[in-house]
């Protein structure tokens, strides 16, 4: 395959840049785009499952620690070690975004607790108690409209629970 026909093109049409999409793979083609990459596939049908639940775009980000300065990439090195490092990139993710959930929760309730002793239950809505780059007008409109939408939605699905 040609470099030229993997890379979006630009092109000068009447003054204005034009750029050339590329043409969507289907999963047989970007396997084959990862051999030509010199990765190691031992089965196809196995690589195909996985880029259809990981998205070859976003897997492609994965590719980059084994790319030389030339462009092209290193010998000999298996697809499921790039799995694997996709794998462990997933589950680091889900248990950090589990801690900083904990802490932001953590943080919230902290603002809130001083907030509501310090303030009252409704301080909040007092804009004297915030700093001059409040915008405390917008701040209103933007919680009226949020309390609005949220009227017409429940906690559970009563239709279901119903039936």
Known sequence: MNTSETKNEKLKNNEATVQVMKKPKTFAQQVEIIKEKGFIIDNDT???????????????????????????????????RIQRIYEFDSRLRGVLFNYIEKVELYLRTQLAYYSGHVHGALGYMDGVIYNDRHNHEKFVKLLNVCIEENKSKTAFPLKKIQQ
């Not at 492609?60 to 030389?68: D, I, N, T």
């Open 46 to 80: 196995e690589c195909i499952g996985f880029l259809k639940q990981a998205n070859y775009y976003r897997l492609s980000a994965y590719f980059l620690p084994f790319r030389k300065k030339d462009g092209t990439y290193f010998s000999n090195i298996n697809f499921h």
